[in-house]
């Protein structure tokens, strides 16, 4: 929601963190170090939520930052450097030019179809009622409105999603161990 007293400051902040938030994710996708990569990431988490802060949900904001640029990408870094991939120079990228070509051609794909969609209209299944979000805000507050379809509607989901993300760390942490094994 626009503030309509100052629309110049926040439509300058809007854009602003919208174009940190895409240069920090193409420097986040083209870093060579580890390290780098996740710092850039913490960067794109800041300014994403940046962008929840000035959309009036400042709840959502707050998790973002608490929760993906805090907990989690702690939790990368740990695993990044228990898997001591070493100096940036020496990983080398065995994937070729194919894979790099395939992945602008589907970026390409994947931005036509954002654009063809914020042009088009939205099918009325799909829409949210005009007032829906405000009077969920009035009637369960802002951690109400996002808790209670996440833990009724969404829980299975949500609950996968904590598995998954222990699995891959898991996973990270077996890779690891399985070097150090072979440089013994």
Not at 9 to 17: A, G, P, S, W
Not at 52 to 57: H, R, Y
Not at 74 to 86: K, P
Not at 161 to 171: D, E, M, Q, R, W
Request: proline content about 4%; charged content about 10%.
């Amino acid at each position: 929601m626009m503030e309509p007293h100052y629309p110049l400051f926040y439509q300058f902040h809007f854009y602003f963190f919208g174009v940190v938030s895409i240069a920090s994710a193409l420097a986040f996708v083209t870093r060579k170090s580890p390290v780098a990569a996740a710092l850039w990431l913490v960067n794109t988490m800041f300014s994403i939520a940046a962008l929840f802060v000035l959309l009036d949900a400042e709840f959502i904001g707050i998790m973002q930052v608490l929760v993906y640029a805090g907990a989690i990408m702690v939790v990368f870094l740990f695993v990044v450097m228990l898997l001591n991939l070493g100096h940036p120079s020496e990983i080398a990228d065995a994937r070729g030019k194919w894979p790099a070509f395939a992945a602008v051609v589907i970026g390409i794909a994947m931005l036509s179809m954002i654009m063809t969609i914020s042009r088009g209209r939205i099918a009325g299944t799909f829409q949210v009622p005009a007032g829906f979000a405000v009077q969920q805000m009035n009637r369960y507050g802002a951690v109400g409105s996002v808790a209670r379809p996440l833990f009724n509607e969404y829980l299975l989901a949500f609950e996968l999603t904590s598995v998954l993300l222990l699995v891959a760390i898991a996973g990270a942490v077996v890779l690891g161990r399985r070097r150090e094994a072979d440089a013994r």
